[in-house]
């Protein structure tokens, strides 16, 4: 079974819903059976690449309210990573275009190490004081996923490289109705929207199961059944 995750790394809730889903998944008794795909979606695509500045006067500015009034988003919001075990400065973060990243992340999905790069793009994001705006960050973080460094250097340097993917996942979206994130989507038949609970993810991923792996309908003929062999012996004609 296939759950595919629309995100995007400038996302809180994304960041924060993917521990809550994975909390879930770990409750899910077919876990290992469960395929996971990250998908691309930007929730800035507009903003200029070169424009990078902190979050917090953007939040103010995007949502009309007062620079305190946007900073007590931002705690509140840490709150609820910090309960979730998550590291999360509600202050000192940029913000910026994030194509560069999904770019990287579907380079690293070719390479097997996708939730590697997702993770520590995150981490550096929302935890650390570093920014994953930076060229020279983001290569870095790529690398230590495991990525190799020459190819991360020219899919950086070459603004079309995995530019297709990027788009297609976003075209994706928009056909699904995905017009925020986290969204989830199990097995092409349930789609979840926001960072929800983990057992709300347990129960959704149990019923797409069911629905992926549905239990056989016997049907008896008349009388007492065909005859069969099973772990005890034949039954024997009557």
Known sequence: MRVEIWSDIACPWCYIGKARFEKGL??????????????SFELDPGRAKG???????????????????????????????????????????????????????????????QGELLDLAYRVNFAEERSVFDAA????????????????????????????????????????GANAVPFFVLDRKYG???????????????????EHTPALAVIAGEGDGGDACGPDGCEVPR
């Open 192 to 210: 979840i929207s926001g960072g929800q609970p983990s057992e709300v993810f347990t129960r959704a991923l149990e019923q797409a199961w069911q």
């Open 137 to 176: 960050v983001l290569a870095e973080i790529a690398v230590l996923a495991g990525l190799d460094a020459d190819e991360v250097q020219a899919v950086i340097g070459d603004e079309n490289a995995y530019a297709d993917e990027v788009r297609a996942d976003e075209r994706e979206a928009a056909e699904l």
């Open 51 to 113: 424009e990078v500045g902190p979050v917090i006067p953007m939040l103010a500015k995007k949502y009309g309210r007062t620079i305190e009034e946007a900073r007590a988003m931002e705690e509140n919001v840490a709150s609820h990573a910090h309960a979730e075990g998550l590291g999360y400065l509600a202050e000192g973060r940029d913000h910026g275009n994030t194509f560069d990243i999904h770019r990287l992340l579907h380079l690293a999905k070719a390479r097997g190490r």
């Open 26 to 39: 770990a409750g899910f008794a077919h876990r290992d059976d469960v395929e996971v795909v990250h998908r």
